[in-house]
């Protein structure tokens, strides 16, 4: 299977599963641990959040932003986003997150539990997309899995890029991009690509806070 076979079905997968999208919150302290911590992130000015799901991170990013401009490119969870987050200094976009470009610049990039979804080979394409999204001084900042999320999966095996199986209540299985970084080896990485970059790990999950590099002149 190829990237743009397996992006579809992750597709479909996220519109599929919008019901059964916030249960994980629901039932894990540690997430909800975790969403409290925008409150101690520089998260600051014009906020560009990217693939916000059903808003979980949105209205803790409002709070902290001047605005907040939230895109996704499944309809269903944000049809829920809209719902949970009021803000009138909140926009939603509809887009698919490997052809949009954003038409401004942003104080901040903040994207969470995305990145394990972005293949490898698209990787320096998505931060150069991150980085041309941000203004000058901007910064981004990500949360995702550890390594050890994985015993959490169906991890597929011999595959060309990183996936996993989900399963529906239903019974329906999708195969999704699923990448889990290592802080050291995604710390390693960016800096070969210019990026100034933290990464802290909490509970498994880690945080990242980096900034683009700089043009000369």
Known sequence: MDDDALLAEQRAYYRA????YDRP?????????LLAVVDDLPIAGDVLELA????????GLAARARS???VDAATEVLTLARARTTSST???????LFQWQ?????????????????????????WNT?????????KAIFIDDGPAAAAYEEVLTNQPTPAALRRLDDGSQYRIVKVFHDAQTLTD??????????????AGNFIGIAEPPTTAG
Do not use: M, N
């Open 52 to 59: 916000c799901g059903t808003g979980q991170w949105t209205p």
């Open 90 to 96: 909140v926009q939603f976009i509809e887009a698919d």
């Open 17 to 20: 599963a919008a019901p059964e």
């Open 68 to 70: 907040v401009t939230a």
């Open 189 to 202: 990485d960016l800096t070969a690509l210019g990026w100034t970059v933290q990464i802290q790990t909490k």
């Open 25 to 33: 919150y629901a039932e894990y302290e540690a997430l909800q641990q």
């Open 102 to 126: 954003p038409p401004r610049r942003y104080d901040t990039v903040f994207f969470a539990f995305w990145l394990s979804h972005v293949p490898p080979t698209r990787l320096p394409d998505f």
């Open 130 to 138: 991150v980085s041309a999204a941000l203004a000058p001084g901007g």
